[in-house]
């Protein structure tokens, strides 16, 4: 493929203004499941079994933490010198795999065998590049994934969401390279007081009844992306601290959070989907069709917000980087 490139800009707290011409993708990011937790047939998951949100919850380290980390690293003296930023590079996986096509929402997400210190990340930050065609304003920002330790995983996302049909170019190094492309704009609103999903696909918007999660087991609020769907996963509750709730295989799973958060087919639906929020914490459709509707449509990096809700997803709770405002996702990058 042809393209024109031109030099990426760097501005103050990592912010770029990328102006190259391509298009990137990459490796797929093993995501760990919980919630309603469950592992695809036919595919191989990877990562831990899930854990009960509230155990989730507290192993979140706070900014105070990382601002604890961040300046014993600061005054840290190693005897042996600390591995270069480059060969660090050399574990890195980045979550979008070469050719693909993905939503609006997809951030670019490198991910590596063993944490950046602190002082490296700046210099770690530079050996990243990503060019777009046309021109997108963004910015990388390390984030505290729920199953890595800090410093293992660092995203970019642009200010807005990508306009579809930009091409993207990752560089990670000098031995990783992928392309991908953005593809058509669908974003699902999902009401968790009014039992409803609004669809917007391009210009046109569709209306689904829903049900959420019920009382105490609340749906994540929020803005999530879309990480993977599949046509069958078996869910089970004692992974998530439900006891013996359930245990069986849904269809039509589109994967949102990496605690097992799913929008998927669920009997329930049929007759409380539009009146009722009675799941455990995923959103429920229909068996006559509407589930399946919506699975054929969905690719990752779609985007699903959750309004109405309790608690905001966590950004490393799979992809949920567009949960921060763009100041504080830029004051995330170590170039500021």
Same mark, same amino acid.
């Given at each position: 493929m042809n393209a024109r490139r031109r030099t990426t800009r760097t501005r103050a707290g990592g912010l770029v203004r990328v102006l190259a011409a391509a298009a990137a993708c990459t490796f797929t990011l093993a995501l760990a499941l919980a919630g309603c937790s469950g592992s695809g047939e036919g595919v191989r998951v990877e990562g831990p079994s899930g854990i009960p949100r509230a155990q989730a919850e507290a192993d979140a380290k706070t900014e105070a933490d990382v601002d604890a980390d961040a300046a014993a690293d600061a005054v840290d003296v190693d005897v042996k010198p600390r591995p270069t930023p480059l060969k660090t590079l050399a574990g890195a996986r980045v979550n979008i795999a070469e050719g693909q096509t993905v939503g609006v929402g997809m951030p670019i997400s490198v991910t590596l065998e063993r944490p950046v210190p602190v002082a490296d990340r700046a210099e770690f930050e530079r050996q990243l590049k990503v060019g777009t065609d046309p021109g997108t304003e963004g910015s990388w920002s390390w984030v505290k994934d729920r199953a890595l330790a800090d410093g293992q995983r660092v995203d970019f996302r642009p200010r807005a969401y990508w306009k579809p049909g930009t091409k993207v170019t990752v560089q990670a190094g000098a031995g990783i390279t992928r392309h991908f492309t953005i593809g058509r704009s669908l974003i699902a609103t999902v009401d968790v007081r009014e039992h409803t999903m609004t669809v917007v696909k391009d210009g046109s918007t569709q209306r689904v009844p829903i049900t959420a999660g019920a009382p105490g087991m609340d749906t994540w609020n929020g803005t999530m992306v879309v990480s993977d769907k599949q046509?069958?996963?078996?869910?089970?509750?004692?992974? $998530? #601290?439900? +006891?013996?709730s359930y245990a069986d295989w849904y269809s039509y799973a589109v994967h949102l959070t990496a605690s097992g958060t799913y929008l998927h087919q669920n009997p329930k639906a049929n007759t409380y989907a539009g009146r009722q929020n009675v799941t455990h914490g995923c959103v429920g459709l229909a068996d006559d069709g509407t589930a399946k509707r919506f699975y054929d449509q969905v690719i990752?990096?779609?985007?699903?917000?959750?309004?109405?809700?309790?608690?905001?997803?966590? $950004? #490393?709770? +799979?992809?949920?980087?567009?949960?921060?405002?763009?100041?504080?996702?830029?004051?995330?990058?170590a170039l500021r």
């Open positions: 046509p069958r996963v078996f869910m089970d509750s004692r992974s $998530v #601290g439900y +006891g013996d990752a990096g779609d985007v699903v917000k959750v309004v109405g809700s309790e608690e905001t997803v966590a $950004v #490393g709770n +799979g992809y949920g980087d567009w949960n921060l405002g763009w100041k504080r996702w830029v004051a995330g990058s």
